[in-house]
């Protein structure tokens, strides 16, 4: 009895598993489900390339000396990047996650008021004095919006998680959803 329960109560979140798989697939390729190097290489484009990006990045993490901006810093299913400095041992200054929302286009759907934070992603943060950020690129990687996990920690206390319905992979998720309001950041590159 109990093996059936456990098997009825995984098979919504393998269900998803596989949803999300298969939109990962549609934007990055087949075999490339979570393939994100494209928005990992916009990201950098972003410090390179923008002034008010690079002003806000420094403002939120800070200049620390020695560092590089290192993939997968928690491990190859953890978080994106990582603002990492390598002593005696690695001591991490900041934490990135990075994704792509393929209906954006030129301009970002009206109808979308809120900024969605997975609620699988918090995992990378909690429990640590990490600083966080989140960004979102549009499908051609020239306009990103982002949000620190001071508010998405402030959405969570206020809101909650909200289970949505996602049209993109067909299936139910749960996120915390932030209002686009002065603590999301937007910024866009030629």
Known sequence: MNQQHNQQQNKPQQT???K?????EIAHGKGNAFNDKPERKALKKFLINCPEFQSFWANYFGTPANTTLQEDPLGEYGVDLGIV???YVKIIHGLIEVDVFNSWGESYPAHYKKFHVLERKLKYFEGTDYKYLTCTFNNTHNQMVCTTRENI???HFLYGV???WMPAIK???RVVR???DENV???GVS
């Open 16 to 18: 998803l598993r596989s």
């Open 20 to 24: 999300i798989r298969q939109q990962g």
């Open 178 to 180: 932030c209002p686009l």
């Open 185 to 187: 950041f937007w910024f």
């Open 153 to 155: 920690e402030r959405c």
């Open 171 to 173: 299936a139910r998720d």
């Open 85 to 87: 400095e390598f002593k």
């Open 162 to 164: 909200t289970e949505m």
